[in-house]
């Protein structure tokens, strides 16, 4: 199945701004619904954002909208997470992920394949 990377995390302060990225490998990228979530330590998993194969449909959780935009670059086999405005409650890994199924989906178990994950500390 797909494998996934994501980079770009990292220290910002309150208010400030930070693009987080997810390389994946395998020659189905384009056909895969992407996602991203984020996990605080001791705290379950949660959605953050959902782009269909082309780009064209995003959708987001309701915290995140109007600071955070999902994209993709199918061309870099490539998916992104542009953040501003951004708060320490937003403190989490970053996680990005393909669906296992063809309608939009805002649940952990609808996706099947997973990165490792990328620390976004926000600082107040």
Do not use: H
């Not at 269909?52 to 915290?63: I, L, P, R």
């Not at 997470?81 to 320490?88: A, E």
């Amino acid at each position: 199945q797909v494998q996934l990377v994501e980079s770009g995390g990292g220290l910002v302060q309150a208010g400030g701004s930070l693009r987080v990225s997810c390389a994946a490998s395998g020659r189905t990228f384009s056909s895969y619904r992407m996602g991203w979530f984020r996990q605080a330590p001791g705290k379950e998993r949660e959605f953050v954002a959902g782009i269909n194969w082309s780009g064209s449909s995003t959708y987001y959780a309701d915290s995140m909208k109007g600071r955070f935009t999902i994209s993709r670059d199918n061309a870099k086999n490539t998916v992104y997470l542009q953040m501003n405005s951004l708060k320490p409650e937003d403190t989490a890994v970053y996680y990005c992920a393909a669906a296992t199924v063809a309608i939009p989906s805002r649940r952990v178990a609808d996706f099947g394949a997973w990165g490792q994950g990328t620390q976004v500390t926000v600082s107040s």
